[in-house]
């Protein structure tokens, strides 16, 4: 393993000099606006309604491209992706696929506020048996900001946090019989939440539920919020209080922990991203972006094929300035960088060579970055 994150870094900077991909090994696709909630965070709701999402015969164009042979992981998300009729089609879909366009795929994650609880459970149920017969998890983030009403507050949905703990229960009795249901709490972090971080974390623990807790973004292509700037900016005492969950024993192996107090002490992010070179973002309508924080679209699906749009000139000249960005200082987006830590290679090793080999180990399973080694 040393020996594979020692090639992978000096690859990694072989392709930062040409700006040349690697494999796309990670893929999202935003496969709908719609969303039920009204959240402080985000305007994606925000997109009119008669805005059109890709058709299911699109999404499945991509999934068939020649540049996911190689891929590990598929995001689902949204809006909220349940709200597509079409979802459960979508989910058989990308079974009956896997062999032929991307048989190293091993997970299928989707991200849903879990509002729709009779819905999510039935997809669930009928999607998950196929899912493990060719060997895939279903890792289910369910975005819960904090434990109890406040929830509903910031989702601005009266009921979410019932709703929420409603789906909890139907998807933890799915869970007792495929081990290959994954659950867990996608948390964006903001003033009106920071004081509720510990209580919703232990309520991941006591429900064995990973956690994925992190600072908002302001963007103006993902979330499209930069008119919420001066809502979601923390104070310096909002700033203590989240030094001080940071540094709690609980994160020691989250590995993003590390950035983020870096981030939060100095002001400035200091990461590997491997945005473009090994991952892509499809939004709703088809645009193909290398990282979904910067609004520098490749193309769009509708017209080009998602691998000549990963190979183009634009996508070349794209990642020759990945971390030279003005918002690359200030991103927070803990899935960008647990993907880019395998192919920069140097990275874990310097933290085999500080933590030890058990630390490592325990970083590697948490992260889920075996896939990606």
């Given amino acids: 393993m040393l020996a594979k994150l020692f090639c992978n870094g000096v690859r990694f900077r072989q392709l930062r000099r040409s700006g040349k991909p690697y494999r796309l090994q990670s893929l999202s696709l935003e496969v709908t606006h719609r969303c039920i909630c009204r959240c402080d965070m985000c305007n994606i709701w925000k997109i009119p309604a008669e805005v059109a999402d890709l058709e299911l015969a699109d999404w499945l164009a991509v999934l068939r491209s020649p540049a996911l042979r190689h891929l590990r ?20 879909q990308i079974v009956a696929l896997k062999p032929d366009s991307f048989p190293a795929l091993r997970t299928l994650s989707i991200t849903t506020n879990a509002l729709l609880t009779e819905r999510i459970l039935n997809l669930v149920r009928a999607s998950v048996g196929p899912l493990r017969e060719c060997g895939i998890d279903l890792v289910l983030a369910c975005g819960v900001d904090a434990a109890g009403k406040l929830h509903d507050r910031i989702r601005n949905f009266p ?54 807790i992190s600072p908002c973004i302001l963007t103006p292509n993902r979330f499209a919020n930069l008119d919420k700037v001066k809502d979601l900016r923390f104070s310096p005492a909002d700033i203590g209080k989240l030094i001080d969950f940071y540094a709690s024993p609980r994160f020691a192996w989250s590995g993003h922990r590390e950035a983020l107090l870096g981030y939060l002490k100095t002001g400035k992010m200091h990461k590997p991203c491997s945005a473009g070179y090994n991952t892509l973002f499809v939004r709703h309508n088809g645009e193909v972006f290398a990282c979904p924080v910067l609004a520098e679209s490749l193309g769009n699906v509708r017209t080009l094929s998602l691998d000549s ?25 803990p899935g960008m ?37």
């Fill in 159 to 212: 009921g979410a946090w019932e709703r929420f703990q409603q789906t909890l229960r139907g998807l933890q009795e799915i869970r007792t019989e495929h081990a290959n249901l994954i659950l867990g709490l996608k948390t964006t972090i903001v003033p009106l939440n920071v004081h509720e971080l510990s209580r919703l974390a232990d309520f991941a623990d006591e429900n064995g539920l990973f956690t994925i």
């Fill in 337 to 373: 960088e647990r993907i880019a830590w395998p192919l920069e290679g140097f990275a874990l090793l310097g933290f085999w060579a500080e933590r030890g080999r058990e630390d490592f180990d325990r970083l590697v399973r948490h992260m889920g970055l075996d896939k990606y080694i």
């Fill in 73 to 92: 992981e598929l995001d689902i998300t949204g809006g909220e992706p349940f709200l597509r009729a079409d979802l459960g089609e979508l989910l058989q």
């Fill in 309 to 333: 749009l990963y190979r183009s000139e634009a996508a070349n000249h794209f990642r020759k300035q990945v971390g030279a960005f003005p918002e690359c200082g200030q991103c927070t987006e």
